[in-house]
């Protein structure tokens, strides 16, 4: 027998399966498809997700100005003179004697605190007790 007439070896394992040449073609071109497009579908995701940022940063802005105007809004009508205004026109005045009010009872006994958290020296009008 020559060469040409054996038979081929056998091959241990899975067999390929048989698509033919049209087959394996057909493959190779969805494969390549999906290689091309990959990178069209990456960069609309990226450009809408851009878009969205983009949006999203305006909204954040336009709140931020809004925010301001509100502060400024708050510091107008809190202060001093217009609180005094307002207080004289709904008829409240100046008391002209402070009224003092004194408490026979001791007040709550001050929590213990360990010496070593104690402040060492101790400032008038610091709101610490001795």
């Known amino acids: 027998m020559t060469a040409l007439e054996q038979p081929a070896p056998r091959t241990r394992g899975l067999p390929l399966p048989r698509l033919g040449v049209s087959g394996w073609v057909i493959a190779g071109a969805i ?13 609309s995701i ?3 997700q851009g878009r969205t940022i983009e949006v999203l940063q305006h909204e954040q802005k336009a709140l931020h100005v809004e925010m301001r105007q509100l502060e400024a809004e708050i510091a107008r009508l809190t202060s001093i003179e217009r609180v005094a205004r307002r207080a004289g026109e709904i ?5 002209a004697q402070a009224i003092y009010v004194t408490i026979g009872e001791t007040g709550p006994e001050p929590p ?16 610490l007790a001795p």
Not at 112 to 127: D, M, Q, T, V, W
């Open 46 to 48: 990226m450009t809408t």
């Open 31 to 43: 494969i390549v498809s999906a290689g091309a497009l990959a990178p069209v579908v990456q960069n």
């Open 91 to 95: 008829g409240l005045v100046p008391n």
């Open 112 to 127: 213990k605190i360990p010496a070593e958290h104690l402040p060492e020296s101790l400032e008038p009008g610091s709101g």
